[in-house]
């Protein structure tokens, strides 16, 4: 699922190519994406786009009218900048955004469509699908070890839960807390005050460095190979690699639509997180699936 860094690239990207210029068409090519009624999607049609924004996973793009266009791209859903009226052909292709310039098409992979869109009308309902947690660039320590001390999760949960942090799912998760050197089953209400500094910083620097990467890259042309897994990252998607810390093998651990990866000997203090307790504190920690943890709000 494409996570904070992921979708400030697309912003980046977006910003360059859609500002100022106006909605000409919105093509569906599946019903089952749109997920509101009113207002109707072909209101925004020749209103010209104001901003893009970021909520929490979400890329909302603001048009004349106070108008919105919220996407949400789950774990397979992708942009792509094509030629102005590009087709929309194959399974994949769920809709395109015309523009003078170009076509934004957003294609998702696999059976499973997950990916939606909703039209929203003013700030107020755009606030609404927020789900609620903390942009950790605009947050201290303070503020930050509050909102993850307000229920007493895993790391590895309380990271990607969007009531809690925004923007943070599986991927970065798994790179930050590699950079804290804290177990990702380690509860909230036992971090010490070193521990938590750690956390705070290992977050802010792994997500900065990742924003500034692909920012980069998004300067040069549209963000095309959107992935979870990275070449350079430490940990996440390299199980059976050697950590690029220590040398040991990177393991695994596995629950539901999750994965988790970490380094035994840098996170865990060498216990390796595969026995029965683990799974019985996953059950109990964790949503069964995606689509159910990207529903959580603050109450």
Not at 76 to 84: C, D, V
Not at 89 to 100: M, Y
Not at 278 to 289: F, H, I, Y
Request: contains cysteine; aromatic residues 6%; charged residues 25%.
């Amino acid at each position: 699922m494409p996570e904070l860094p992921d979708i400030a690239a697309y912003i980046t990207a977006l910003e360059q190519r859609i500002v100022g210029q106006p909605i000409e068409h919105v093509r569906l090519a599946s019903p089952f994406l749109l997920r509101t009624v009113q207002p109707p999607v072909a209101d925004v049609e020749g209103r010209t786009v104001r901003e893009v924004r970021r909520i929490g996973k979400r890329i909302a793009i603001g048009v004349e009218g106070d108008l919105w266009l919220v996407l949400h791209l789950m774990i397979a859903g992708r942009l792509h900048w094509k030629p102005p009226q590009a087709k929309l052909a194959g399974r994949k292709s769920l809709a395109a955004f015309d523009f003078p310039t170009g076509s934004l098409v957003l294609t998702e992979a696999g059976t499973k469509h997950r990916a939606s869109l909703s039209v929203l009308a003013g700030d107020e309902a755009l606030q609404a699908v927020d789900p609620g947690g903390i942009d950790v660039f605009t947050s201290d320590l303070e503020s930050f070890r509050d909102a993850l001390m307000v229920e007493n999760r895993t790391l590895k949960r309380a990271l990607t839960d969007p009531r809690i942090v925004s923007g943070i799912g599986n991927a970065y998760s798994d790179e930050i807390l590699h950079a804290a050197q804290l177990s990702p089953v380690t509860l909230t209400h036992k971090l010490q005050p070193e521990e938590w500094q750690r956390l705070f910083t290992a977050t802010r620097d792994t997500l900065k460095l990742w924003i500034d990467r692909l920012h980069s890259e998004a300067e040069s042309g549209f963000p095309e190979k959107v992935t979870a897994f990275r070449k350079d990252m430490a940990v996440h998607g390299r199980y059976g690699e050697p950590c690029l810390r220590c040398g040991e093998k990177i393991l695994r651990v596995r629950y539901a639509d999750n994965e988790t990866n970490y380094c035994a000997r840098c996170q865990t203090g060498g216990k390796v997180l595969a026995d029965r307790s683990l799974s019985r504190l996953l059950r109990s920690d964790w949503p069964r699936t995606l689509e159910a943890l990207e529903a959580l709000k603050r109450r």
